[in-house]
Each structure stands twice: as C-alpha cells, then as structure tokens.
C-alpha cells in the first residue's frame, strides 16, 4: 500500500470518519446480489468453527483513484476480514483501534484476507483506493467471519 493512501486511510481512521454512498433501486440489488455470491468460497472454507460476524457483507462503491473508508465495530475474539471488487486493481488496508494497519494473510489486486485477534472491543477501518476501473464508481464488499467460542 501507497505511503499516501496510508497516511489517508489513518488519517480517516483516527478521526472515525467514513465516506458514505447511498445505494439504491433494483439495479443496485443486482450488483449487491452478484458480489455477495463471490463470498460463497470464503463461506464454505470457513467450515464449523467460523461464523458470520454480521447478517450480510458491507457494500460500498468507490470511484477510481477515490479513498473511501468504512468502520466496523468488533468485539473481543478472533476474526477474518474478507475485501473483494470488481475492479481491475485496488490497493485496501484495515486499520485497527489504535490507528496502525493490520497485515493481510493474502492478498492481490483484487482480494485480500486479514485475520486478527481483538483483545478489546473497537472500531476497525476498512480502506480501499480503485486503481483501474472501467466504470466511474467501482463495487467492492467485506465481510466479516467470527471463530465461535
């Protein structure tokens, strides 16, 4: 990740700002539908011991070259963080409570997996920046799996 989009992302981070785009109509509920089927591999690997952490995986639009941002609110335990697009290129990063970026288990141009232990409840950050998109507002999601006690 950019040393730029870093200083943004934590910038965002610390002052728990997050970039809010409305969705809306049944053209959008498409495009949700479809992303949220690419999570079907994340969901199977899991297996037992893992859960969804919230109902549904967040769904945000970001345009190309755009930094946006979402805080999620997480509890004490262990967790993975799952981030798809539809671009052809983002960078992404997540930001803990105490400002500094957590490391991703795997990672491409398109993906990225984090998995954390969160000793006290707090506010995360997810962050992407589009790269190389075709269209003007580019989809991407994460969504969130908790270790069952």
């Known amino acids: 990740m950019s040393r730029l989009i870093a200083?943004?992302?934590a910038a965002l981070c610390a002052a728990g700002a997050s970039a809010a785009h409305a969705a809306g109509g049944e053209e959008d509920m498409t495009r949700q539908a479809a992303m949220a089927e690419r999570f079907a591999p994340f969901d199977k690997v899991t297996g037992?011991?893992?859960?969804?952490?919230?109902?549904f995986p967040t769904f945000r639009a970001a345009a190309v070259g755009e930094v946006d941002s979402?805080?999620?609110m997480l509890q004490t335990g262990a967790y993975?963080?799952?981030?798809?697009?539809n671009c052809t290129k983002m960078e992404v990063a997540l930001f803990m409570p105490d400002?500094?970026?957590a490391l991703a288990d795997r990672s491409n141009e398109q993906a990225a997996m984090y998995a954390i232990d969160v000793p006290v409840p707090g506010q995360f950050v997810v962050g992407v920046q589009m790269q190389d998109c075709p269209e003007d507002s580019c989809d991407y999601a994460f969504k969130v799996y908790q270790k069952k006690n």
């Open 80 to 85: 993975r963080v799952v981030v798809l697009c």
């Open 48 to 55: 037992t011991q893992w859960q969804s952490a919230f109902p």
């Open 70 to 72: 979402s805080p999620v």
């Open 7 to 9: 200083a943004v992302l």
């Open 99 to 101: 400002g500094k970026e």
